[in-house]
């Protein structure tokens, strides 16, 4: 495939599509309606190009770009799970489309009524009371949920709580969220068996008694295995003040199985992009709707829906809210989304989920177990964690056989993540794969195995296939070109 | 229904496999006092075409904006959506991707959002974007927050004219993080100089305002520019119409350091409000330590340009407790919704955008004014909202409207109690001038009738 | 608004280029006294958004079946359309792709084709399918000229039973070329065994049934292969709801010669019969007669598998008047949406289409004869679609179903006065039963006013 | 790009897809309500897959094909332009999409509305006095058309008249409907500035004296020029007592400029699917409504739209009409697009088309010229015909040129038509490509030039860069393989 230029070397002076309705009310020059000093001296520099040339530009540039559609994408944390059609065609009708958030409540049933349920659905599958929908993202349900613990130890006059316990394999989001709710992360150790330390969990309590704000963890965690002592942990973390944070990004192990409300978590958040399969869409929008448990619901951000003999309505937040964390209610077709898949899977159907994305994990585990180091030797859950330590010996690493993925069609694995583990390769592979995927991935990793002691240069030279080579990160972030600058690269148009 | 593709026969088989003889194997590492032993009290799950029917039927409960005339805007604006736009991003090839962290397999959506960051700055005149944050009030937070440095002490000012969804946003994040959010007031509809003045200090990490405003009217931008910069205060200018700037001055002609801005009106689906596209762009000074997700343009291994994800040490997954922002997913497909709807418009497009608003509010405007008890509420230049004081409670006057079809203006006095018979009318390119004389002709006639 | 990029003024430039001024110097062949000297009268163009508006109000005019509840079948079939198929058909490197001749860049056309052809042999238990012609009744016309031959004389017999529109178009080609029409007519609501065996003679060149037919009954297949096969004519079986093979016997399994067949309720979308969907299937010993287009596999000089036109010596382009047929654009696009449709459903979904379509049919069956005046109009098996009697004109009753929201079943007397009060009711599995139950109610309450 | 193997090599026995509603009437066994000898006695062998197969499947059959949203589809006679995505949404549309063909017309008003003046459009677009909209095709409409001419002279009496003359130029549908029309096809010669030979015509007229039915013709011709004889061609053959047959492939050449109602001819069709461009489909659907002149429009096939105080109705045809040529009402939702894209354009817009459309094979025309030969050097309508004569000397066809050409993501010309051309290439780039667009198929084509003398391998052994290479055609005639079949391959499914 060719390469394509950008959209603002396409197009030449005077080109444009009259997309806008016709003018239908008096052609007034603007400066009698607006004094001039407000307006723009010069129309904003934008392209001038024709429909054809925008149709061909974005439809060339998806085809440079790789999704779930187009293969396999076990990539690991993110649950890259097939993204069902009807979802799509659900969020567009025109009676979610094409609603304004500040409608009255009235004009607003079926919406209020749609998160009124999914409320409910999220805080029955989490084992919490009540759910806030507000938050956008994973990241947001994170620092929405810290927002809710502090003001639940200032409400009791705890302000002195200002440490927050991670383990050392967690996600760069729970850190950066602890900072930015002005706490003090305190990172937890990881013992043989791949769960919290138990040692260092209590020395660590003991050494900040009195100021531990809350524990965040992933249960399973991000080495994909499930930490059995969980309800110590808890324990321990509660006798010592501090409130659980549940990070759900592996919630697509544990649905019907186990709930974090019941393993003692506080607050949870789940990734509706991930578990519940709206489309990640190439970095979002996604949802990351917190639960919570009953003596934290006070706390929670407003407006809720509600419910009574009228109808449906937002219900304000009481006096104890931390108030509103955005505005209007949340990715609503996200959300919209969710509602259908939940719907869609019912109760027997997410259970069927969870336990056929462990059986997958544990399958392909077992498949490449052989030729790569597995770190921590057990029954995982939906997902599991490769280290390719073996072949970087032989000069090949992660970042490498990730690159020669690329050249079948697949996508690789997360690679470097969770950082406890040397070169990890952190293989997600999802419910939705058939058993044919798993099994030409795991002849594919077998595979690049031997190469790596047989033509380790194919390896290293990869992507062969691939639009554009390994590309220059260094340069990148050295001199970085964010945007396309018409002085540097005129539109070479004739 | 189920998406899972292996059938009870073949999930046996790989069990097999394995050596385990059935799930329940795999899932002994959870302590039987957590296992949950009931089914999930869940409603039944429904085959397609039932979902459907449910779905369906839920939205129709709902009230849609080809069915009703809307003159709703007040932070989420109702403009034209080219048919090109959907067709285009709705391609599975970008809405099913993850981040793009493997750049060679995207450089579809590697090359669109450099794109969009480059189409941010041109509509906002600043020097450098990201590629989205959750929404613009989020958006506002994170200017607050970078304003404010790693530390986060201090204090930001904003004015009492920030929509208030926004400012209350602010409040939430300003008491948990730490800095103080210090509110001033308004003169005839604009944010009050004196009062700016008065409040600036030496903590004063950010000056927020909006514009046009949360009552649509323009912002005397220069001269609060100025008083800012008098200090060390950054100057963040929050727009929530970003149509507005196919026609007003943008923002880094007047000196703004920080645009935090909505971006959902710019070829996204209205929604019920959300998913929205927070928009950024700063000046270059300030580049590492913007926070969210920036792609760069760089070259591969056979010399062909590319596009990566750069500059990630700022970011959360590198930096983890020392990063910009938390943020991981942001708002990509929106972005790229963006992309597609800026360069389909166009130069002449977008500018033809922002006159058809100005034309068309103030045409609404003349004629609602016109009205017997209507008028404005601020004799202020604005874009294409506006504030009218009604004869008769706006609730009330909203509740008529609703029967006969109409969606009116924003009561401002749920926000604004000094404005209690207020509504803000907006009106965009996507009302007709048929929609808009209906409204006076109602108008009219309920005013009539209630006397 | 224009779809032509060229400004203007590039234009000129580029007539520039070639010597010329004006675009008038390029006309100069067409004679003065027949260029028009006027502009068209037509409309004023639109622009996208005004043309939207237009069309979605003249939409809106019209009866869709998810806003009313609909029983009419008689040629046209409402089935689900599961929401993976327009996702799938709809990408644009289909729907914008011509025929294809150039096989290089065309093999998800031609493989999806391949496909196509095999997925209607299983169906229809045939040997060969074509990639489709332009609907039911011209496949019928195709089947009677292909069992004519080149020639073109003779006779053909068709059931009374066959659909009333099929038949027409039948005569109208009949009439042209040079061939006989001969009806057979009925015995209780199915083709007359009797009257074939009359009818049939030496020039007789086939003899097409539709199974089911019109009425929705079902033929006594076997007996009339029998009898016809007496001769040396084809047995052509028609089919308009291709549902019913989820279900029924294949025509291949009871000695079906050509299967000439509506596709379009196979996954495309019902819009108001078209564009429609011609299956044309056969036995192998008549494949070089065959008309229409046809894909084969075969491999390319790497020695990979890949896909072509082929046999393409019995088309126009190449035979000119010696083609098996005229056709050249044919239906390709919705031989995709079958092809995506069937995969998607499968062996159980099939299946369970024709049963469900069954059961449903049959409990309404039930429920309406059990409603007092109502009752079979022939006491015969049929498989979605039955004729009932009626206790009021069905023309009068189905005005008041409309009042009522519901679309009541074809009128019969509009084409065989021998049905003066029969109405043709089909229910497929896309009715629920809450739809069937709605229907009873209001016949009950309509034929109860009536009295 | 790997290459994809057939859905029927697909999935695993018992997968399946449940899409169907849930059954909810009582499941009784068939065989009670049907008598079991009309079952099928297993149920149809169709592909046993799970919904991610088959989206993946035809996502990535859609990548191995090639459309006008890729890249620029010069292909000869068959107007590939870009197809407004407005189009498809308003044919989508639930109130078109989703309507029975036989519901009564008071429930049909807003599509009766629209094929009333649909007809009115094309009758002025043509210059003709009815339309009817029942044709699925051009090659539909041309029978349709005869079949009328066939009626209008047996209602003289005149059964006699059996002979059609056709331009040795023309396309294969022509002869080809001929016959099926019962006539006997008569080619007339082109000559040497590639219209109508005048002379032949007398002659061939006199031949046939009282024997001849019609003349089908295009105007632009298949060479892409326009007959100036067309007055005394039409004069001609009206004398003879002929009718003339307007084969409106080439009509984008012609909108507002010329109609063929006006050069004389007495029934016309259009292809929607390439002047209206509603989307060729990758082979249809398409549409060929016929207008005729005011003596044929009794023999007009029926229903026809109309309209009364009261509304509109379908009105039945008179007793002179050739009867239906096909069920309900024509192809629909193509008529949908047709009448958009005639709203969206309007008179202007159709007449800027077709000078545009004529500006750019001009100039593409003048860019090649000097290294192609050029049968007929005089201005082009919208399309003209090169020949590869020069090439063919050096050992490279215009097959071969087309392989070539299909490297650079660029769609061939038509080859080798019109057969009257030694290895023809028809170009034609419509009105909607820029003049980059152009610009870059002009250095193409002098690219592939150059190759042929300086290096014809390149050219002998392309396309290089496709999913599949040249592929044989003969050994697919010769042992046709048409569908998949299982005893030959069985599905390898583990
Ligand atoms: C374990 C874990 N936690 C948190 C997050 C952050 O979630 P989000 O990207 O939705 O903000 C992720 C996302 O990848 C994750 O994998
Ligand atoms: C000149 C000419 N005539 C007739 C036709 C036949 O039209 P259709 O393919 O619509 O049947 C074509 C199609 O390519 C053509 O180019």
Known sequence: ?494 | MSYVPNTPAEQQAMLREIGATTIEDLLKPIPADVRLQRPLKLPAALREMDVRRLLVGMAEQNADLDQYISFLGAGSYDHVQPSIVPHLVKRSEFYTSYTPYQPEYSQGMLQATYEFQTLVCQITGMDVANASLYDGSTSVVEAALMAAGPGGRGEVIVSRALDPQYRATLQTYARTRGFTVREIGLEGGITSAKELRDALNKDTKAVIIQHPNFFGALEDVHAIEKIVHETKALFVVTITEPASLGSLEPPGAYGADIVAAEGMSLGSPIGYGGPALGLFATRNEFVRRMPGRIVGKTVDDRGQTGYVLTLQTREQHIRRERATSNICTNQELLAIFTTVYLSALGKQGFSELGSQCIRKSHYAQQAICALPGFSLAFDHPFFDEFAVNCPIPVETLNAELRDRGVIGGYDLSRDYPELPNAALFCVTEARTREDIDTLVTVLEEIVGAAK
């Open chain 1, 1 to 494: 495939m060719s390469t394509e230029s950008l959209i603002f070397e396409k197009g030449a002076p005077g080109r444009a599509i009259p997309l806008l309705p016709a003018l239908d009310v008096p052609e007034k020059p603007l400066d009698q309606l607006i004094p001039a000093s407000y307006l723009r001296a010069e129309p904003a520099p934008l392209p001038e190009v024709s429909e054809i040339e925008v149709v061909r530009h974005y439809t060339r540039l998806s085809q440079r770009n790789f999704g779930v559609d187009m293969g396999f994408y076990p990539l690991g944390s993110c649950t890259m799970k097939y993204n069902p059609k009807i979802n799509e065609d659900m969020a567009a009708l025109p009676g979610f489309a094409r609603m304004h958030p500040l409608v009255d409540d009235s004009l607003a049933q079926g919406a209020i009524k749609l998160l009124y349920e999914l409320e409910q659905y999220i805080a029955e599958i989490t084992g919490m009371t009540r759910v806030t929908l507000q938050p956008a993202a994973g990241a947001h349900g994170e620092i929405t949920g810290l927002m809710i613990i502090k003001a639940y130890h200032e409400s009791r006059g705890e302000n002195q709580r200002n440490v927050v316990l991670i383990p050392d394999g967690a996600h760069g989001t729970n850190p950066a969220s602890a900072t930015l709710a002005d706490y003090v992360t305190v990172e937890l150790k990881s013992d043989k068996r791949g769960g919290v330390d138990l040692e260092h969990l209590k020395t660590t309590l003991a050494e900040h008694e009195g100021r531990i704000a809350a524990l965040m963890m992933t249960n399973p965690n991000t080495l994909g295995l499930f930490d059995e002592n969980i309800v110590e942990i808890a324990r321990r973390v509660h006798e010592a003040g501090g409130q659980l944070y549940y990070d759900g990004a592996n919630a697509n192990a544990i649905m019907g199985i186990t709930r974090p409300g019941d393993m003692g978590f506080d607050v949870v958040h789940l990734n509706l992009h991930k578990t519940m399969s709206t489309p990640h869409g190439g970095g979002g929008p996604g949802a990351g709707p917190i639960g919570v448990a009953k003596h934290l619901v006070p706390f929670l951000p407003g407006p809720l829906p509600a419910k009574d003999e009228s109808g449906y309505f937002w219900e304000d937040a009481g006096p104890q809210s931390i108030g509103r964390v955005r505005a209007f209610h949340g990715n609503f077709l996200v959300l919209v989304r969710a509602y259908t898949y939940i719907r869609t899977n019912g109760p027997d159907g997410l259970r069927h989920i969870s336990d056929s994305a462990v059986l997958n994990a544990n399958y392909i585990m077992r498949g490449v177990e052989a030729d790569y180091d597995l770190p921590f030797n057990r029954e995982c859950m939906h997902e599991f964690v490769l280290s390719a330590d073996r072949q970087k010996a032989l000069g090949v690493s992660a970042l490498d056989i990730a690159k020669r993925i690329l050249d079948f069609d697949v996508h690789p694995p997360t690679v470097y993540f969770p950082l406890i583990v040397h070169e990890a390769m952190m293989i997600e592979p999802t419910e939705t794969e058939t058993r044919e995927t798993l099994d030409s991935f795991i002849a594919l990793m077998r595979q690049i195995a031997r190469e790596t002691r047989d033509e380790p240069q194919t390896i290293l030279e990869a992507p062969h296939f691939t639009v554009v080579g390994r590309l220059d990160q260094t340069l990148a972030a050295r001199k970085p070109d964010l945007r396309w600058n018409p002085s540097r690269e005129p539109a070479t148009v004739s």
